[in-house]
């Protein structure tokens, strides 16, 4: 397996591997840039086929840190980790401290928060071992969970999107297709519901769609029928690579604005999107309100109104994104990339900026 060449390493700083027999624990630490800041990204649990897809989930993971926090204005790097194990069976006490050693032993390069298999329990059991672990704030609404952040975030970048492409500050009667109504998903659902939009939602949960349906008066629809409605807007909320050649070629909307991460099965998939009039939402825009709520927590002032005027800047940001393709042609992920870039000095925008400045 090659590390320096592998296809993902995109001028990673470092990346760190260790091993715990006692505990068990086998984990994979990427800090893809840190000039903004430390880099800050959340620890998954998932029971990865091999070493190989661990390493690429954390690279890409971690990279897109970097762009996420260059976007959202703070100072942060990107970075990521990922235990390799099934959460429900494999993780225990002894193998959280155990990766509170290994984060601890970046001294600080590395912070960490929650993500896809660890909880805020887990954070508190890690931080026994180091103080570099956020979203575990005591006493505030959520509990250090990010999520609520999230989805807010979604929600404001969304009215930017429908603003954008149908020129109305309002949601009332928009038709709304949504994917996966879990922690993030459902508060969308809710904050849409609320602002007068019709939802239509999918999971792969039945009981999660069940809430949905009676909390919140939306549709259900099959998993798989979710790509082919009559929706105004797709939200996507549950898992990355949405956007591909199937679902694009059977999407009918105008927009895309959701929360997951990497949702472009390829980049070139940003450009089929906007050859279909379909107005593209960049994932890592739109979903920032986590990492700014968990910014905040790891500052130690957490002061929930400076938080939500921060996720609202995601607004101001999106639209920029959206007025900056419409002026240059290109897509609206190559715009938020070259932005990203210019804010965290990748070497190639410093080149560009050099370049264009002879
Ligand atoms: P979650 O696991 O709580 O929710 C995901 C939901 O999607 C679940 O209900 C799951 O059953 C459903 N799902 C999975 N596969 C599906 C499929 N094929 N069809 C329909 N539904 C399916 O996760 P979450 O925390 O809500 O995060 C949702 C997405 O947003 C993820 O991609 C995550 O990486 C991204 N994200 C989350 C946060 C956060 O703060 N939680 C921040 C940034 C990005």
């Not at 979710?226 to 807007?233: K, N, R």
């Amino acid at each position: 397996m090659s590390i320096f060449s592998h296809s993902a390493y995109d001028k990673h700083e470092q990346v760190a591997f260790y091993q715990d027999a006692k505990s068990g624990l086998k984990a994979i630490i990427a800090v893809h840039n840190t000039n903004l800041g430390p880099s800050l990204g959340g620890c998954r649990m998932w029971p990865y086929a091999d070493d190989g897809e661990a390493l690429n989930d954390v690279l890409r993971l971690s990279r897109g840190m970097t762009y996420k926090s260059a976007m959202a204005g703070l100072k942060l790097g990107g970075g990521k980790s990922v235990i390799i194990g099934d959460p429900r069976q494999d993780k225990t006490p002894e193998l959280l401290r155990a990766m509170g050693d290994f984060i601890n032993t970046l001294g600080g390069r590395y912070i960490t928060a929650e993500d896809s298999g660890t909880s805020v329990e887990d954070m508190h059991i890690i931080g026994e071992r180091t103080r570099f672990v956020s979203g575990l704030i005591e006493g505030s609404e959520h509990g250090g969970d990010p999520s609520p952040s999230t989805a807010y975030g979604v929600f404001v970048g969304l009215k930017a999107a429908v603003e954008h492409r149908w020129g109305r500050a309002d949601l009332n009667g928009l038709k709304v297709s949504l994917q996966g109504v879990g922690n993030v998903g459902f508060r969308l659902a809710r904050l849409l519901t609320e602002a007068g939009a019709e939802l239509f939602v999918t999971d792969i949960f039945q009981d999660n769609i069940d809430r949905a349906v009676s909390e919140l008066g939306a549709t259900a629809v099959g998993a798989d029928e979710i790509f082919d409605l009559d929706a105004d807007l797709f939200a996507p909320c549950a898992l990355g690579a949405v956007l591909n050649d199937d679902t694009i070629a059977r999407l009918k909307v105008g927009a895309v604005a959701g929360a997951a991460n990497n949702q472009l099965a390829e980049e070139r998939h940003a450009a089929a999107l906007r050859e279909k009039g379909i107005l593209y939402s960049p994932d890592y825009v739109i979903n920032a309100g986590g990492i700014i709520d968990v910014y905040y927590q790891q500052h130690g002032d957490y002061n929930p109104a400076q938080v939500k005027e921060h996720i609202e800047t995601i607004g101001t940001t999106m639209k920029e994104v959206f007025q900056r393709a419409d002026e240059t042609g290109e897509t609206t992920a190559h715009v938020a990339d070259r932005v990203a870039e210019e804010r965290f000095g990748h070497e190639d925008a410093l080149k560009k900026t050099d370049s264009e400045a002879a």
